[in-house]
């Protein structure tokens, strides 16, 4: 239907500066981005209960992104975000990704329940204490993470 494509061209083409904008910060998915942090951190858990060092490695990497965004976001809602984040998960995700690199499994996993205590304490500082992780390790993904 040649009408709704020109429909959906002119729609897309109002959307695209919006996209834009949101990218700059002040429309920013702010839970949109817990969200992931929660996915690939439950994931990189997984990896390390299995021993997988190349799948930790990978899902450090996705964490690690998601750690950058947020360092470049002052204020959320009032929550100094950038600054919470240089207190609590950025220096346990250094010593996690220092402990995957150097393959010390048991350092890789205290280091992965210290990423979690990170995000505890970052909930707590930001009167979100009630959003709690713990260390889980049933796997509800079609996915395997043996090595
Ligand atoms: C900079 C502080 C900070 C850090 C660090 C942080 N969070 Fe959050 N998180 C928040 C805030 C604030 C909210 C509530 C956001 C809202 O509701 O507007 C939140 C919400 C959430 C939610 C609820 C949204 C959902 O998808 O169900 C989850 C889950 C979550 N965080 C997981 C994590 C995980 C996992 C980590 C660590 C790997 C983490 N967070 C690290 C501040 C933080």
Redesign the pocket.
């Known amino acids: 239907m040649p009408h709704r494509k020109k429909l959906l061209l002119v729609l897309l083409a109002a959307l695209l500066p919006l996209s834009i904008a949101s990218a700059g910060g002040d429309k920013l998915d702010?839970?949109g981005y817990?969200?992931k942090?929660?996915y690939f951190?439950h994931k990189l858990g997984l990896s390390v209960d299995a021993g997988n060092v190349a799948l930790q490695d990978y899902y450090a990497h996705e964490?690690e992104e998601i750690v950058e965004k947020?360092e470049q976001v002052d204020d959320?809602?009032g929550?100094p975000?950038a600054k919470?984040?240089k207190t609590?998960?950025a220096p346990a995700f250094e010593t996690l990704e220092d402990a995957v690199k150097a393959g010390d499994a048991p350092a890789v996993n205290a280091a992965y329940d210290g990423?979690?205590a990170?995000?505890n304490n970052?909930?707590k500082?930001?009167n979100?204490a009630y959003?709690h992780?713990e260390h889980r390790s049933d796997n509800p993904y079609i996915q395997t993470f043996a090595p």
Do not use: E, N
Request: with cysteine.
């Open positions: 702010f839970v817990m969200t942090m929660q951190a964490v947020l959320y809602k929550i975000v919470l984040l609590t998960l990423l979690l990170a995000c970052c909930h500082a930001a979100h959003i992780m």
